[in-house]
Nanobody
Framework: QEHLVESGGGLVQAGGSLSLSCAASINIFSFGAMGWYRQAPGKQRELVALITLGNTNYTESVKGRFTISRDNAKNTLYLQMTSLRPEDTAVYYC??????????????WGQGTQVTVSS
């Protein structure tokens, strides 16, 4: 069973930065798509950033502020977040979709990590 573990969340002031990591227990070469989702209290979970074998995509509200990347050698997905805003406060989840499958989100989720941005 694939296992994703997020880390790096915390409390930061508005304008600050945080870096999230998602460590996979298997070779992430097997994932055609990996992404970061977030869920704020009372809101639906939303896709924040997606990375496939050749492209990255971001939700409009984080473009220019967040950067998604993957290190295949370390089996790790990252999300670098800068210029954080209070509205970025949420639980952030790592997600993965195996090669050969279609649709989002993928079937594998991490446990989530809390990001809190104070004003």
């Amino acid at each position: 069973q694939e296992h994703l573990v997020e880390s790096g969340g915390g409390l930061v002031q508005a304008g600050g930065s945080l870096s999230l990591s998602c460590a996979a227990s298997i070779n992430i070469f097997s994932f055609g798509a990996m992404g970061w989702y977030r869920q704020a209290p009372g809101k639906q979970r939303e896709l924040v950033a997606l990375i496939t074998l050749g492209n990255t995509n971001y939700t409009e509200s984080v473009k220019g502020r967040f950067t998604i990347s993957r290190d295949n050698a370390k089996n790790t997905l990252y999300l670098q977040m800068t210029s954080l805003r209070p509205e970025d406060t949420a639980v952030y989840y790592c997600n993965a979709r195996p090669l050969g499958r279609f649709g989002l989100p993928g079937p594998y989720w991490g446990q989530g990590t809390q990001v809190t941005v104070s004003s």
